[in-house]
């Protein structure tokens, strides 16, 4: 993982959107199949929207049925962090940006194999970065 980014509210603010914002630095979450990644097939590498650290690669993305792009692994195991979710009247494991503390996301225990884990991102957290073909 690359040097800790820190801003100020207000940069934060400055750089992104406002449902940008409204995801990453105060926890939201995009409504279903409204994103843009959810249903990406590319070959590629989905960075962190606000800091652009690499995240997840599209080799471990799936289908998962909830309208949300779903992996099953992060790319670096460094490169997410996660805490427990006790908001909404639930026990929940939030995914953030290990670099910039971004909010990204759950992972729950119901994917595939080989992890067994749904890491379920919101795509307004991603860039995408398209696989270039030599």
Sequence with gaps: MSEKVVKSDAEWREQMSTEQYDVCRNKGTERAFSGSYWDTK???????SACHQELFSSQTKFDSGTGWPS???????????TEEDRTLGMLRTEVMCARCDSHLGHVFPDG???TGLRYCMNSISLDFENESSD
């Design 42 to 48: 590319e070959a590629g590498t989905y960075r962190c």
């Design 71 to 81: 992996f099953t692994a992060p790319i670096a195991e460094d490169s997410v962090q």
């Design 112 to 114: 595939p194999a080989p």
